[in-house]
C-alpha cells in the first residue's frame, strides 16, 4: 500500500509507524517519506509530519517569487533555515559553536536539525560528537543520494541527541571530489527536508563556504579579541558586503571573551562598523567538552559559555524574518594594508585608523584601548 500511494502521486507523503523492532529500511524502500516508532513523542511525530510536508512542497510547480531584488542574496528557494559558521582565523571556535548550536536546535526539535560538516579537509565535527559515521560528506554528493532526499537521508549519521550528521571525509584527498555545486545542491536539499541546517565551515572564504553563503539564512560570524582575527573580521564583512552575500539574518559573535582584555568590545565594534551581538567567555569547560566527544549543551552544565551558547541557540530559535541586517558597504581603509612584512609603525597606524571609526561617545577609552594593545600586542 505505501508503495501505491508514494508512486501515485508525489505530492502523497506517507509516514509509516513501526514497531521498536521493526525495520525503517523496508518501509522507506517501499517509499515511506519518513518512518516514527509506535509511542513516539509528540514532539517526533510532529516533526515527521513537519519535514513529510516540506518533502511534499518540494515537488509542488513553482510559484512565482519575490523579484530578486526584494530577497536577500543568501536565501534559496527553500523552507528549513541554513546557518553557517564562519570565521577569517582558524581555532576561533567555530566547531564549539556549530556543534552546540546543532545540538541545542536538535533538542528542541528532535530530528528536524542536521549538522554539515563543510571543513573539507580537517573537519574535526565526527570527534567533538564521539561519532563514528559510516559515510560521508562525498557519499551525499552523488549517486542516488544526490538525487533524493530519502535516499540522502538514510546515509545521514545520527547523534545520541536526535540531530543528524555529514561528517567530512576521513582523508584530506577527498575534499577534491566536492565542488561549490556540490554544496549548494546539498544543502537545498537538506533544507526542504529538515528545519535546521547548521554549516560548519574551514577558516576564511574557501570555494565551499562561499557556496554555503549563497544558500545562508543565518549567518554566524565568529572572532576571538585578538587584533589580528578582529581586523580578519572586519575584511571578511567587506568582502561579503563586496560579494552581495548579505543573509536575512546575522550575528556577530566574540569567543574567548574576556572582560578586561586589552581590546574592548566597543573597540571591536569600532573596528568591525558593526554590533557585536553576543560574547562567549573563555572557559575551561569547552576543552573538557571536546575532549570527551560531549558537546556543552549536552552535558547541560551551568557554566557561563554555556549559558551563552544556549542563549546563542535562543536568539536564532525567535529572530523572525523581517529583520535582515545588511552588511555595511566595503570602504577601503589603512586597515587593509597587506599582513606580510607588515613593520609595528604600520600596525599602530592601523589601529589609529581603526579608532577614527569609534563611537562618538567613547572616544577617549576605544583610543586609549587602543594605545595599550599596539605597546603590549605589537612585539
Ligand atoms: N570559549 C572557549 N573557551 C575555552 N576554549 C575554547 C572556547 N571555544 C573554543 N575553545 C577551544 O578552542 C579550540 C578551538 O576551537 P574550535 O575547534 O571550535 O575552533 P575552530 O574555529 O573550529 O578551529 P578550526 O578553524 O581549526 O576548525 C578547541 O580546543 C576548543 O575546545
Ligand atoms: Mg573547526
Redesign the pocket.
Known sequence: MVAGLAAADPLISVIVVIDADGSALDAIRSGARDVVVRGAEPDELRAAIDRALRSARHFLPAVPQAPTDQRPSGLGSTTGRIITVV?PK????????ATNVAVGLAQRFSGASVLVDL?IQ?G?VASALDLEPEYYLPDTVQGQARQDPMALKTILTEHNTGLYVICAPDSPIDADSISGDDVGQLLRMLASEFRYVVV?T??GLSEHTLAALDETTDLIL?SSMEVPGVRGLRKELDTLGQLNLRAERRQVVI??AEPHGLLGIADIEATIKAPVDLQ?????A??D??NQGVPLLQSGGRDP?TKQLRALVGKLMTTGDGDSLPIPPAEITNSEQPRAGRSRSTRASAAEASTAHAPKVRPRRAASRWSRTRKLVVK
Open positions: 570565521s582558524g581555532g576561533v571556535g567555530k566547531t564549539t559553536v571543513d580537517f574535526d560548519d574551514a577558516p565568529l569567543n574567548f562567549l567567555p573563555r572557559s575551561k569547552a576543552t567538552s571536546v559559555l
